[in-house]
């Protein structure tokens, strides 16, 4: 069964415009984390964002925001005031805490276009 | 502070062919991840290291991929002989030793293997 869902292959947004990118997952275990990664076309990993499954408030950085809603198993990703420079992939992943090594269960990503 | 390396950026290959793809991670990291993104899906959990020892390789394809982490620093990853399914971008990351759920992997930039 898929652990981490991003059904957005691709979108397309305005510059100057919020963008939030979907990602709902699937785990069992009361503790874990979820994460954003950013892949720009040079090919590196970005780290972006972090939620904890205890967390109380939605993880914040800069212009990215967790939405994280824990009843329906999302964790969305908002990035406001969107750049040129955010074109990439943008991929969420989860670990959960019962797996002693700690991989990352990643979803297949969503290609994000800003638009000048 | 350097940041993962990995090399080649950039791997062409016949099949039947053997590639070895190389890790350096941050110093001081004792656990190192391979992943791997198959053109099109989600990236894959290969195989963890925790010093020079792999504590899981539950990811690993086939053995036909070899990994080593001799002397607990950098890494290799070995394909002999190179299939055309193993096209894609392998990635490696790395963590300082924890027991957080939240213990960010600081990830490589990837190297584009690519068999022909």
């Known amino acids: 069964a898929q652990k981490i869902t991003q059904t957005q292959p691709g979108m397309f947004v305005q510059e100057k415009e919020a963008v939030t990118l979907d990602c709902t997952y699937d785990t069992s275990d009361p503790s874990y984390g979820l994460f954003w990664y950013k892949q720009p076309s040079s090919g590196e990993m970005i780290f972006l964002i972090y939620?904890?499954?205890?967390d109380q408030q939605n993880a914040t950085e800069g212009r990215y925001s967790l939405n994280f809603q824990k009843a329906r198993k999302s964790a969305n990703l908002v990035i406001s005031a969107s750049q040129l420079g955010d074109s990439a992939m943008y991929f969420c992943?989860?670990?959960?805490?019962?797996?002693?090594?700690?991989?990352?269960?990643w979803g297949a990503g969503t290609k994000l276009i800003i638009k000048p | 502070e350097a940041g993962v390396t990995q090399f080649p950026s950039h791997s062409v290959i016949e099949k039947g062919q053997t590639v070895t793809l190389r890790c350096d991670p941050i110093?001081?990291?004792?656990?190192l991840y391979w992943y791997r993104r198959v053109m099109g899906k989600e990236i894959k959990f290969l195989l963890h290291?925790?010093?020079?020892?792999?504590?899981?390789e539950s990811g690993m394809p086939n053995n036909r991929f070899l990994a080593e982490r001799t002397g607990g620093t950098y890494s290799t990853l070995k394909v002999q002989p190179a299939e055309l399914e193993d096209s894609g971008v392998y990635f490696c990351?790395?963590?300082?030793?924890?027991?957080?759920?939240?213990?960010?992997?600081?990830f490589g930039p990837g190297t584009r293997l690519t068999v022909l």
């Open positions: 290291f925790v010093k020079e020892s792999k504590q899981d």
């Open positions: 939620q904890g499954s205890y």
């Open positions: 110093s001081g990291h004792d656990n």
């Open positions: 992943a989860m670990r959960e805490a019962q797996d002693s090594n700690y991989q990352l269960i």
């Open positions: 990351a790395s963590s300082l030793l924890g027991s957080s759920s939240y213990n960010e992997q600081f």
